[in-house]
């Protein structure tokens, strides 16, 4: 049994796949209060890459249909697609055309659902329940899950590789995320995450906290950072605009985790869509669980208010990105 008093469902990966129909997958998710202005926008970008995706997710005849199917289901369902928007943004701030970016917004977000689909599984953080649905190995069984964790990965540096042009662009960004996604960056953020043991032996609060802050940097910030680096990128960005949104992604990515952990301590399940409590449940360092939820709340709003102090070299372009990290500090899901 496992800590829930369910049965293991190790053996998923040997049985027939619990299949869900396409048809069946929820389209969006609520968004709470955000600037008029901002909220179109974003609805505006968020519909642009659902589109791409749909498209983009359209396996070669080859791929076999449970594995597509299983693909479709882990980046097609709802989610808030902040990541391939900030692509967008960036782009945009950079004065490029959002059109122009979105192979580089796909290619992100696909990075990020593998990174999900494989993260929730049982040798990882063990989840059953992500953005309100059943986790992927949980209707698809743990190879499949597996499997369309990979094919997604590899699907990311195909888009970025095959539709980016100049070739030079598309070559920085394919070393760019992957760099990002990598063993010194996503992967490695996850490694020491899932350390239980270094953990425990460092017993200073500072020494917890560089550590905590170390993980994230490479997990949350990292993606968050090389979305908005993709965007520079493709618009041709000056180093001046490269650095500025860089400063703002660093600080931004720190933020989003802090009121990540927040909300896992006093979040809605309903509004989150997946367990509130796991990580007091499973004995991981938390960012409130070191310095409080009051500290921690202090923490995330000063660090937008660096991240937004970062634009200043983009203003006015970089306002609707200061909006949006204003929003982070707020938002319930």
């Known amino acids: 049994m496992d800590r829930r008093g369910q049965p293991p469902d190790h053996q998923a990966a040997n049985t027939t796949p619990r299949t869900m129909p396409t048809s069946t997958i929820p389209t969006s998710i609520p968004t709470p209060a955000i600037p008029a202005a901002l909220s179109e926008h974003l609805a505006q970008l968020r519909q642009l890459v659902n589109g791409a995706l749909a498209e983009r997710s359209e396996a070669a005849p080859g791929c076999p249909a449970s594995l597509r199917e299983a693909i479709k289901y ?10 391939p928007i900030l692509v967008l943004l960036a782009a945009e701030a950079c004065g490029c055309s959002p059109e122009r970016a979105l192979p580089a917004a796909c290619a992100v977000e696909m990075v990020h659902a593998y990174s999900l689909v494989h993260d929730d599984l049982p040798a990882m953080d063990d989840d059953d329940l992500r953005r309100g649905r059943p986790t992927c190995h949980k209707v698809f069984g743990e190879a499949m899950a597996i499997l369309a964790g990979d094919a997604l990965l590899t699907r990311a540096f195909e888009v970025l590789a095959t539709e980016l042009r100049p070739h030079d662009v598309a070559a920085a960004c394919c070393a760019a995320l992957a760099a990002a996604a990598g063993p010194c960056g996503m992967v490695g953020g996850q490694c020491d995450d899932l350390d239980a043991q270094r953990l425990t032996a460092i017993t200073d609060p500072a020494g917890q906290l560089a550590l905590l802050e170390s993980i994230h940097a490479r997990k949350t910030a990292a993606m968050i950072n090389v979305s908005l680096k993709l965007g520079a990128l493709v618009a041709g960005a000056s180093a001046a605009e490269h650095e500025a949104l860089q400063g703002y992604g660093q600080r931004l990515g720190l933020a989003f985790q802090i009121v990540d952990d927040l909300l896992d301590v006093g979040g809605d399940e309903a509004a989150l869509g997946k367990r509130v409590g796991k990580d007091i449940d499973r004995g991981k360092l938390t960012f409130p669980g070191l310095l409080g939820v009051d500290a921690s709340r202090a923490q ?26 204003r929003y982070v500090v707020e938002r319930d899901h």
């Open 74 to 83: 882990s980046v097609l369902g709802p989610g808030k697609r902040l990541r």
């Open 300 to 325: 995330a709003a000063e660090l937008v208010r660096q991240a937004c102090e970062a634009l200043a070299p983009l203003a006015p372009r970089g306002e609707r990105l200061a909006e949006l990290a």
